[in-house]
């Protein structure tokens, strides 16, 4: 008689407990047990059985899950299997799902396995019953023929159960506007009309937040040292390039600027010495402002030249508001009135509100976050090693991507309705953005390098961001090579069919991206598989985290005082100097009720919940190998590492860049 150990564990989500049997089939290479009943199961509980047969099985390769409903279906969630055979040797089978009477779960061991070591016919068959299965339930569909395509779901409901958030992130994700601005006291600021008659009055919204940078966004929103730094270390920091040469329509000359630069110096001698840098919001030209509530809405694409100073500082020193320089396309400077260049500030800065939430945050983190998880569901068996290290970047993802095609960029969305930019615009923007796409730029270190931003001082961002895309890096070369020779690498064909699917699902075979076309080599891998955990991780958290401290999200700091942010601009770009005043101002700001709607999303995109995991925390054991368990170890002590440096740095500065502290970056886009 061959006797078996077996613990099954129940989740700890809601009603995560059945009143179904459970029956348990352990299969071998040899044959397989009788089904056994192990009863009903509580939530957040284990049961432990014994499985006897009279001879072996076999080498145990798979458990096999069902439940039996007696009166009616009850829904049950599964953790994990552990089996202890006849010699002691205690095997992990993960599960992680929601099983039903019509779902069962054939359940493998979670020994991480390539293609061709699988040599077993069952294990193989379950292999590709596997990769069937879920391109089943995972199915792709087209949003715009020219952005990354999306999940097939037309709604939550229509995903797996166990990839949509958690009762806990359900009940504290409340997509509703009233709930934000309850919870930000917005509902007790009362205005007689709907447009502002001075910036006072918006002093006036009382906002229940205790985020120290927005109450220093409030304080330095017109400063000029303050604009560059937001282009470093704000909620974009990847639109600036260094600028040897300027475009030839942006006529800036020496004498315009000569009072920004140092006695003696030049616009050319700056240039050289790599002290120039240009933010080119090029890809908005042409595009038309958005109607709301009847009132056409007005947007720029500038140019905008900044000169980093022999203090450090990162100064605007010219601004032209439109692509086409002429006559009524000024050049403007911070020696004209103080009204006409902070103007020309407010279009720069809502040209940033586009970049910053449509091309940096939509597109290259959430869109090609949809992309990698869809690519790894589909094409990856749940025993790829390459599953196992990507799943725990993956969670949630597809869940708040269809929340934000509802509710963000819909035709009855926020952009839609709220914004410049507009629904038809937007589709605009992000197909430009999307044709722009690199590879490189997804790299941190060749995209720093493309940007000719080495050395510029007091980039915390590049600082912080090369630290983690190390760490990352060194993580992904320690446990990738313990499954993959060179020969694996180009000869796996579930790699190869992943690879594939993001190639032409995410960068739609965009022949100018740059994204390899297969894998030659280890090293390859390593830094493909580095840039996918850093964008969904890393990156994700330095463009959103800037939207709150610990925890700091970068768009609630700085986008959550309107002026600094502007969803939209009310009045057309000036078209000559001397005309603008206060009231101009004022009257180009977006109006109360779209104030009060932008400061409860941008609190909302920017809400934790508790149901989240910091990078480098995994709360499915999906490895029992002891190499990658390790390398998990390495990788927290490294982050653990990172931490430290940045508390003590950001104890010497006057603004704390927090939004690349590991205990800020979420694994995944979660929110």
């Given at each position: ?9 129940t ?79 205690q ?6 799902q929601?099983?039903?009477p ?95 008659n ?48 300027l ?38 030209d ?35 508001l ?226 709150v401290?610990?925890?700091h ?40 009720k ?17 149901d ?30 990172l ?8 104890k ?20």
């Amino acid at each position: 008689m061959t006797k078996y150990t077996v613990e099954v564990f129940t989740g700890d989500a809601l009603a995560a407990g059945t009143a179904n049997m459970v029956i348990i089939t352990l299969i071998g290479t040899k044959g397989s047990s009788e089904p056994q009943n192990i009863g009903r199961f509580a939530g957040n509980h284990s049961k432990t059985v014994t499985v006897s047969w009279e001879k072996s099985f076999g080498k145990l390769l798979l458990v096999q899950l069902e439940l039996k409903a007696l009166v009616f279906e009850d829904y049950w969630f599964c953790f994990k299997v552990t089996v202890t055979d006849p010699k002691g040797h205690q095997l992990l089978f993960p599960c992680y799902q929601w099983l039903s009477p019509k779902k069962k779960a054939v359940l493998r061991e979670a020994t991480a396995m390539l293609w061709y070591k699988d040599t077993e016919e069952i294990a193989n068959r379950h292999r590709q019953e596997d990769i069937t299965k879920k391109s089943q339930d995972f199915k792709w569909s087209v949003y715009d023929p020219e952005m990354p395509h999306i999940v097939q779901a037309d709604s939550v409901s229509s995903l797996p159960y166990e990839i949509r958030f958690s009762f806990t992130k359900e009940k504290e994700f409340k997509y509703t506007l009233l709930r934000a601005s309850v919870e930000l006291q917005l509902n007790n600021f009362h205005h007689p009309s709907n447009t502002w008659n001075s910036i006072q009055e918006l002093e006036d919204i009382r906002m229940n937040t205790n985020s120290k940078t927005y109450e220093y966004v409030k304080k330095h929103w017109r400063s000029d040292a303050f604009f560059g730094y937001q282009c470093l270390n704000g909620m974009n920091p990847m639109k600036i390039n260094r600028c040897s040469k300027l475009p030839k329509n942006f006529p800036v000359t020496s004498a315009m600027v000569r009072p920004s630069l140092p006695e003696k110096s030049s616009l050319e001698n700056e240039m050289e010495k790599g002290n120039i840098f240009l933010c080119d919001y090029a890809q908005l030209d042409g595009i038309q402002g958005n109607l709301i509530d009847g009132e056409q809405q007005y947007m720029a694409a500038p140019l905008c030249l900044f000169f980093s100073n022999p203090e450090g500082k990162l100064l605007p020193i010219a601004i032209q508001l439109k692509q086409k320089p002429g006559v009524d396309n000024p050049i403007f400077l911070p020696t004209d009135s103080q009204h006409d260049w902070l103007l020309a500030k407010l279009f720069v800065r809502n040209a940033e509100f586009n970049e910053h939430e449509l091309n940096f945050h939509l597109l290259r983190t959430h869109l090609l976050a949809e992309v990698f998880t869809m690519a790894t569901l589909r094409t990856l068996p749940s025993v790829h090693p390459l599953f196992k290290l990507l799943f725990p970047h993956i969670r949630y993802t597809l869940q708040i991507n269809i929340l934000a095609r509802k509710l963000l960029i819909s035709a009855d969305g926020d952009f839609a309705e709220h914004s410049a930019i507009g629904h038809k615009g937007l589709l605009t923007f992000l197909r430009r953005a999307n044709a722009s796409l690199t590879y490189s730029s997804l790299c941190l270190p060749d995209n720093i390098r493309e940007r000719g931003l080495e050395n510029i001082p007091h980039y915390y961002y590049r600082d912080d961001g090369l630290r983690l895309w190390d760490i990352i890096h060194k993580y992904v070369d320690r446990v990738v090579p313990h499954y993959y020779t060179e020969h694996d690498v180009h000869k796996d064909p579930e790699l190869q069919a992943w690879l594939d699917e993001i190639i032409e699902h995410g960068f739609l075979r965009n022949d100018k991206s740059g994204i390899p076309e297969s894998f030659q080599t280890v090293a390859e891998l390593v830094k493909f598989i580095a840039m996918v955990i850093f964008t969904v991780s890393a990156q994700h958290s330095a463009v959103n985290s800037g939207q709150v401290t610990l925890y700091h999200f970068a768009k609630f700091d700085f986008g959550a005082w309107m002026p600094n942010f502007p969803s939209t601009m009310r009045i057309p770009p000036p078209t000559k100097k001397g005309d603008t005043t206060e009231k101009t101002v004022i009257r180009a700001l977006p109006d109360v009720k779209g104030t009060l709607k932008s400061i409860a999303v941008v609190h909302l995109l920017t809400k934790k919940s508790t149901d989240n995991y910091p990078l480098g925390y995994f709360p499915e054991e999906l490895f029992s190998d002891a190499v990658p368990l390790q390398k998990m170890k390495q990788f927290r002590e490294d982050l653990k590492a990172l931490e430290d440096d940045i508390e003590a740095r950001n104890k010497n500065l006057e603004l704390p860049y927090d939004y690349l502290h590991p205990k800020n970056v979420d694994n995944s886009v979660d929110l």
